[in-house]
């Protein structure tokens, strides 16, 4: 190895939420692991205040991972001392038997709750007609208390730079990283940069499929005298109100965010610059959805946030690890509930050289378009 270069046994790349709970578990396991981002950690994709800890998926295998995840959130909770996952549950329309038995098979607590009796369990709904599926074990993640505690247990091991390359050099010795002041040799790269994921992969030979959009999640204010029991996280997909939607609590506040769900209802980037007025139509489906569908919020948004989000063609669960010797990259979305889990096995896969067959075997899927 030439002397210029400096070595390093294992590197993550990026500081989202994967990117710091893949550094964390290696540091855990005693591994010699530097973080590289140049940016404020948890600041990309992982920013925002709340994300849905939900366990159903179309894909039985993610509730499974989810159900897996959960218990490892529990044990981030202790080791913060802090609520992280919300007690709100989650409420879900326009479910069928199928959701309540991909639910059963892997032991996750649920139950329908018939029409009449919805509003015991989402205060701010309006009447429907179909029954809800609760899944009362998850709730609504407090993002910036989870980055806050990852950011204090990985500590001084990220380095505030970004990676401009990783190469496999023509020696083979390690994989090489590029940054503003250095050249790397490292043992092995986990890859979680985001939306920069495929370019950074693309340098050691992977092609990674994935799409990029604007998503646009406005957020209200509950009405006063619906605030007293926790608003579950929510998932409609019953068109009962027009739209496809999800949303969750801001933990800690009395606001909820909104936002749609299902074709052709993010920004494609791909198009050139996003026209504000495809945002702007997409609150005011969202504000009538919430004027029809609950009136326990005020249908004026308070706040609006306007975000990248990336997808895999297998759909808006799939994720993806891909690896060569000597590399790891992995992306996909939805991924902030599975973060716990993600970050050990991206560790074994960092310890091991290739990630587990069962990885191995969800990529296939995420390549599929859903
Ligand atoms: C609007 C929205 C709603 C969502 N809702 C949910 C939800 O309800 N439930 C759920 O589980 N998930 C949800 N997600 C998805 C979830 O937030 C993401 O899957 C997750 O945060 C991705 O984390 P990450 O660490 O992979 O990526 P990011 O958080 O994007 O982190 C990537 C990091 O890499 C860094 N980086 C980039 N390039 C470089 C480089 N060259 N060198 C060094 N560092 C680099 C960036 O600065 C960034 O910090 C949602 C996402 C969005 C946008």
Redo the contacts with the bound molecule.
């Keep these: 190895m030439k002397g210029f270069r400096q070595r390093l046994d294992t590197v993550v790349?990026?500081?989202?939420?994967?990117?710091l709970a893949t550094t964390d578990a290696l540091r855990r396991r005693g591994v010699d692991v530097v973080c590289?981002?140049?940016?404020t950690?948890?600041?990309?994709?992982?920013?925002?205040r709340t994300?849905?800890?939900r366990h159903r998926h179309d894909d039985p295998r993610l509730v499974r991972m989810a159900a897996d995840s959960l218990a490892l959130w529990r044990r981030w909770e202790e080791r913060s001392g802090r609520v992280l996952i919300g007690p709100e549950g989650t409420a879900y329309a326009g479910m069928s038997e199928a959701d309540a038995e991909g639910l059963r098979i892997h032991d996750v607590r649920h139950e329908w709750v018939e029409p009449e009796k919805v509003t015991t369990v989402f205060g701010p709904l309006a009447p429907v007609s179909g029954p809800l599926l609760v899944d009362p074990t998850s709730g609504a993640?407090r993002t910036r208390s989870t980055i806050k505690a990852l950011q204090g247990w990985v500590g001084d091991r990220i380095r505030r730079q970004?990676?401009?390359g990783v190469t496999i050099p023509d020696d083979g010795e390690g994989v090489e990283l590029h940054t503003e002041d250095a050249i790397y040799r490292a043992r092995h790269v986990v890859i979680?940069?985001?939306?920069?994921t495929p370019r950074?992969a693309a340098g050691v030979g992977l092609e990674i499929p994935l799409d990029q959009a604007l998503?646009t999640?406005p957020h209200y204010r509950v009405r006063e005298g619906y605030q007293a029991t926790p608003i579950p996280c929510w998932v409609d997909r019953s068109g009962e109100f027009g739209e496809t939607v999800?949303g969750?609590l801001i933990g800690g506040t009395d606001e909820f965010v909104v936002?749609l769900i299902g074709q052709g209802v993010d920004v494609d980037m791909n198009d050139g610059l996003p026209p504000g007025t495809e945002m702007e139509s997409h609150v005011r489906r969202l504000t009538e959805y919430v004027e029809r569908a609950m009136p326990g919020l005020v249908p004026e948004p308070v706040g609006i946030?306007v975000?990248?989000?990336t997808k895999l063609p297998g759909g808006s669960d799939a994720f993806g690890v891909w690896n060569v010797p000597g590399v790891t990259a992995?992306?996909?979305?939805?991924?902030?509930?599975?973060a716990p889990l993600l970050g050990e096995l991206l560790a074994d896969s960092a310890l091991n050289g290739r990630p587990s067959d069962e990885l191995r075997d969800i990529t296939a899927s995420a390549l599929v378009a859903g």
């Design positions: 790349i990026g500081a989202g939420v994967l990117g590289f981002d140049g940016r950690p948890g600041q990309g994709q992982s920013g925002g994300r849905s800890f993640i970004d990676v401009h979680c940069a985001g939306t920069e950074l998503h999640r999800y969750s936002g946030r975000c990248v989000m992995t992306t996909g979305h939805n991924l902030f509930k599975m």
